[in-house]
């Protein structure tokens, strides 16, 4: 399985899941800068979710201080599910109910032993298929804000 994992600074945090994810013999695709630096969120949640969508990579993962932003922008990719996760059971989740293909994480609040529990969670988690209809719904909501966003694009404001 291939991972693009990025981050908008590098921290122990994120040194510590890149070697966890190739520790579980994953191919990982880093996206960020050099220890030290910095880069915008947003760009590299686009480039990690842009990825994802076009094959480069099958999941992504993704950090910045609170996870919010990333996860955030992430999901304006169409075809992105990002998913926020402080913990193994939301994480869990978000793979099996809702088919999350994005996992992001806190560099602020996230240890590596919960970072460790959150990817065992992650990547032993099938989708559930009770929630296909509400995945094909959201699915749905995707592709149709994409068709209303394509017939604007042009237009003067």
């Known amino acids: 399985m291939r991972i693009a994992l990025g981050s ?12 966890e994810l190739r520790r579980r013999g994953l191919e990982v695709q880093a996206f960020g800068p050099p220890t030290g630096q910095e880069l915008a969120w947003p760009e590299v949640a686009e480039a990690v979710a842009r990825t994802v969508v076009s094959g480069g990579a099958d999941e992504g993962v993704l950090f910045c201080w609170t996870g919010t932003g990333v996860s955030m922008a992430a999901n304006k990719v169409p075809g992105i599910r990002a998913a926020l996760c402080g913990d193994a059971e939301t994480a ?9 293909n994005v996992l992001c994480l806190s560099l602020r609040s996230t240890s590596d032993t919960v970072a460790r529990e959150i990817l065992d969670a992650w990547f032993s988690a099938s989708a559930d298929p009770s929630e296909a209809e509400n995945v094909a719904r959201v699915n749905a909501m995707d592709e149709r804000y994409r068709v209303a966003e394509s017939g604007r694009a042009g237009r003067s404001r």
């Open 8 to 19: 908008d600074e590098r921290t122990h945090l994120t040194d510590f899941v890149e070697a």
């Open 92 to 100: 869990r989740g978000a793979k099996a109910w809702n088919q999350a």
